[in-house]
């Protein structure tokens, strides 16, 4: 064992450890404002801790694509009223005052000029019409068709929009969890690493060991610190996303409350989400049934369709009944005088209209063709979704075999480590990296579980299960 004061000597090993050491401090000191920043949001006071049912109670209502789907569906639903309005007869009314400004009146007589006084200089007139469309070519019957189409097209995709929201805010509750506990067991990891800092202080304060061991554990140490602010980052920068998808300012102070995931899962656990599930194939025509999307495309396809005949109808004649009543007197009172009623029937038909009926037949042509486009494109997008969410699923299944194995080995490594390093059969590097291993397959694990509560979220959004009964 070398003596105290030769140990002082520093060495080329030594100098590095002593650069390694400065350079995690300087890092610190940067990502020092960021920390505390970060931790004044999270801590500071009054902050709000929202829980999960909260979070999709929130989402649900306030997200900005929902509010968006809220107010197409308004629009298809006033679309709908006014299409409903044709069937209607159309009614106007007027009401209308004169007054003649001379008192007299002139006229000839034998040839004389003859003035009379006005009795009465006032005159009162009232109108009323009524208009009732009885045929148009189908073009009404047409539009109140497409319009209702469009209203479920737009209610559906209302419903879309909130599971979408809603599979969102899953995936992104699961992201601040997972970051927290990253948190946890990086504070964790740092007490350990001041706990043995303090040990090989000791030990070097005894002449036990040389300067070298301490030099190699502050530098861990710090780096472990330097994790801490790096996950804490993390954390608030997941917190702001979710707030942003709940229509929330992302400045907001606020806090989520734990919800309970699985610890482990076994096989048996994976089989039965399987099972759920079914195969590819079965899935992909489940999700053609079930997805709110693809229904919406499918119905706006069919307004389309109704649009076309309901342009079509313009090379119809159109036939049309009108009633009328009129009146004209200078007292209000006297209804009997100079009154009049009107009925009558008209047929109208368009010869040329500088071709905006056969614009407007192209025009409905090309958004049939647009909305077949887009459903099809809808339907392959789900056929993808479903597709990549069994490549999620299977890759979160073997991540949890593979992480639960390495986990296992590093701690028995880690407690092999431990065993040597305090009888001196290992050095402090040696330690650390062990300790490293540990804490780095403690964290793939945490990310392996909340993925495989992730990837089964996506699973069922992607089939069309999630918040079925969500209206």
Request: glycine share 6%.
């Amino acid at each position: 064992m070398q003596p105290v004061s030769s140990s002082l000597s520093p060495t080329k090993h030594q100098s590095r450890l002593v650069a390694t050491s400065t350079a995690v401090f300087v890092a610190l000191l940067l990502l020092l404002p960021f920390s505390l920043s970060a931790q004044t949001v999270t801590a500071g006071a009054g902050a709000r801790t929202f829980t999960f049912e909260e979070c999709l109670k929130i989402a649900s209502g306030d997200n900005f694509d929902v509010q968006n789907a809220m107010a197409q569906l308004n629009s298809a639903e006033s679309s709908v009223k006014a299409a409903f309005g044709q069937y209607l007869p159309g009614a106007t009314m007027s009401l209308g005052y004169g007054r003649q400004l001379n008192t007299t009146s002139v006229s000839s007589i034998g040839g004389a000029r003859v003035e009379f006084p006005i009795s009465n200089p006032n005159s009162f007139s009232a109108n009323a019409n009524l208009n009732y469309m009885i045929f148009d070519g189908f073009n009404r019957e047409g539009t109140y068709s497409q319009a209702q189409l469009n209203r479920d097209a737009a209610d559906m995709s209302l419903a879309q929009a909130r599971r979408k929201v809603l599979s969102t805010v899953r995936s992104q509750y699961l992201s601040i969890l997972r970051a927290k506990q990253v948190v946890k067991t990086r504070k964790e990891d740092f007490e350990v690493g001041k706990k043995q800092l303090e040990r090989v202080r000791a030990q070097y304060e005894a002449g036990v060991v040389a300067i070298a061991p301490v030099y190699t554990q502050e530098a861990d140490v710090s780096n472990r610190e330097l994790a801490i602010v790096q996950a804490e980052n993390d954390l608030e920068v997941a917190k702001g996303t979710l707030l942003a998808t709940l229509g929330l300012n992302p400045t907001l102070p606020a806090d989520f409350a734990d919800v309970k995931i699985p610890e482990t899962v076994g096989d048996d656990d994976m089989a039965q989400f399987r099972a759920t599930v079914g195969a590819v194939n079965m899935a992909l025509n489940q999700a053609l049934q079930k997805r709110l999307d693809v229904s919406s495309a499918r119905i706006s396809s069919d307004a389309a369709a109704a649009g076309v005949r309901a342009q079509n109808g313009r090379w119809f004649p159109s036939l049309f009944a009108s009633f009328g009543y009129s009146w004209f007197g200078n007292d209000v009172g006297a209804f009997n005088d100079g009154s009049s009623q009107s009925f009558g029937l008209t047929m109208r038909y368009t010869l040329f209209d500088g071709f905006n009926r056969d614009n407007q037949i192209q025009q409905a042509q090309v958004q049939l063709i647009q909305s077949e486009i887009k459903k099809r494109q809808v339907e392959q997008a789900v056929s993808g979704d479903v597709q990549n969410a069994y490549i999620q699923l299977a890759a979160a299944e073997k991540n949890l075999d593979i992480t639960a194995r390495s986990l296992k080995s590093a701690e028995q490594n880690f407690n092999a480590a431990e065993e040597r390093f305090k009888v001196g059969a290992a050095n402090i590097l040696d330690y650390t990296t062990a300790n490293g291993t540990l804490v780095t397959a403690r964290i793939n694990r945490i990310n392996t579980l909340y993925n495989y509560v992730a990837a089964q979220y996506q699973m069922r959004f992607a089939l069309g299960t999630l918040d079925e009964d969500l209206k």
